[in-house]
């Protein structure tokens, strides 16, 4: 079989739908590389930092890397404004629906955040921005994971004098990651908290 009998979803066989979802399998496997792909496409995104956008992800997740953070926290670093292209008024959610069936829910709900976490740093010089636009999550249990997300993470990173490891140095974790097990309740955790920095692994990694 090349293709599906049907042209409706409701007059498909047995054998359309065994036939799709080992195609559907197949094609999730190489999830990892579609977006390594598409970090390198950030760079014909928005420009007018001293670093590009793919410049930026690759730092915020070497400081992630430098603090000791684990593979969930490097990986969600790295990918946080992977929506910027395709989705720029919601980069963040876009980002977190990425990588919600495959991370811890704490790296997910601070990715998926993170654009209210921020205003904090310009909100106050754009007309109409609400600076504390992160005040609606107060007393969430990741709320201090998230303003730490950003403040060490995200707002630091548009430095080009910082030494920032290359995208093949994350591929790896990225493959890693994206070879879970969908939702599994050993990945997703839901509630757990997992610091951001590591002062002792931090140190292993010099």
């Not at 956008?53 to 430098?66: E, I, N, V």
């Not at 603090?67 to 790295?78: H, N, R």
């Not at 876009?94 to 790296?107: G, S």
Request: proline share 5%; hydrophobic share 35%.
């Amino acid at each position: 079989m090349d293709k599906v009998s049907f042209t409706q979803m409701k007059d498909g066989t047995k054998e359309d739908y065994e036939f799709l979802t080992a195609h559907e399998i197949d094609h999730t496997k190489h999830t990892a590389k579609r977006l390594l792909k598409a970090l390198v496409e950030l760079d014909e995104g928005l420009s007018g930092y001293q670093i590009t956008r793919l410049g930026h992800s690759l730092q915020s997740a070497t400081r992630a890397w430098c603090d000791g953070a684990d593979t969930d926290w490097v990986v969600g670093a790295l990918l946080h404004d992977i929506g910027d292209i395709y989705a720029p008024y919601n980069h963040d959610e876009y980002a977190a629906t990425i990588l919600k069936p495959f991370v811890r829910e704490q790296v997910t709900w601070c990715v998926a955040t993170h654009g209210d976490f921020q205003m904090l740093y310009y909100g106050h010089h754009l007309d109409g921005a609400d600076p504390n636009k992160r005040d609606r999550h107060a007393g969430h249990a990741y709320f201090e994971d998230c303003a730490e997300f950003c403040e060490r993470w995200d707002q630091a990173s548009f430095d080009p004098g910082y030494d920032t490891l290359p995208l093949e140095f994350f591929a790896p974790m990225v493959e890693e990651v994206f070879a879970r097990t969908p939702y599994d309740p050993d990945v997703i955790r839901p509630g757990a908290r997992e610091p951001l920095v590591n002062p002792g692994i931090a140190a292993e990694r010099g």
